[in-house]
């Protein structure tokens, strides 16, 4: 059970406070310090230090910067979704199990084993039948001549 009050400001509200975490971009204009022909400058944190320390600048060449925020850029049709709190991804587990500890929920049970199908071959899929796997080609390679029949083919060589 989930008890959740209706929002004081509206859903608008809601959904532009659950944008800001889904919707956003690998860094904020608000870091960006200069753009000129020696690069792009700007601001970051360095969780390795503490204090002042901590927060840095980095100058990067344009073509570096564009680099390395296009490997933040997620495909489409795809959101960031951070999870915080009870599902925070360094205790989830603990988490999880005290909450159900708490709401004495029984265990969830561990998923069997998988049965090995007695039948190792695929079915086709157009008819169904069973097929034989002649030859398997690993995935970088491609094959280079028809695979060799051992069956007789009825055909004469002079």
């Known amino acids: 059970m989930v008890y959740a009050r209706p929002p004081f400001a509206g859903p608008e509200v809601v959904l532009a406070y659950l944008s800001r975490y889904?919707?956003?971009v690998a860094i904020?204009?608000?870091?960006?310090?200069?753009?000129?022909?020696?690069?792009?400058?700007?601001?970051y944190?360095?969780?390795r230090r503490d204090g002042t320390a901590r927060y840095r600048t980095m100058t990067l060449t344009t073509d570096e910067?564009?680099?390395?925020f296009l490997l933040h850029v997620l495909p489409k049709g795809f959101h960031r979704i951070r999870h915080y709190g009870l599902l925070l991804s360094?205790?989830?587990k603990a988490?999880?199990?005290?909450a159900r500890a708490l709401l004495a929920v029984p265990p969830v049970a561990e998923p069997a084993e998988p049965v090995e199908p007695t039948e190792p071959r695929t079915?086709?899929?157009?008819c169904g039948g069973r097929m034989i796997i002649i030859e398997t080609f690993q995935r970088w390679?491609?094959?280079?001549?028809?695979?060799?029949?051992?069956?007789?083919t009825g055909m004469v060589t002079p």
């Open 90 to 92: 360094t205790g989830r």
């Open 65 to 68: 910067f564009i680099r390395r």
């Open 22 to 24: 889904t919707h956003r």
């Open 141 to 152: 390679m491609q094959p280079r001549a028809p695979p060799t029949s051992s069956a007789p």
């Open 45 to 47: 944190e360095d969780y």
């Open 28 to 43: 904020s204009n608000r870091l960006l310090i200069s753009l000129d022909e020696s690069g792009v400058t700007f601001r």
């Open 123 to 126: 079915p086709c899929p157009c």
């Open 95 to 98: 988490n999880v199990a005290r």
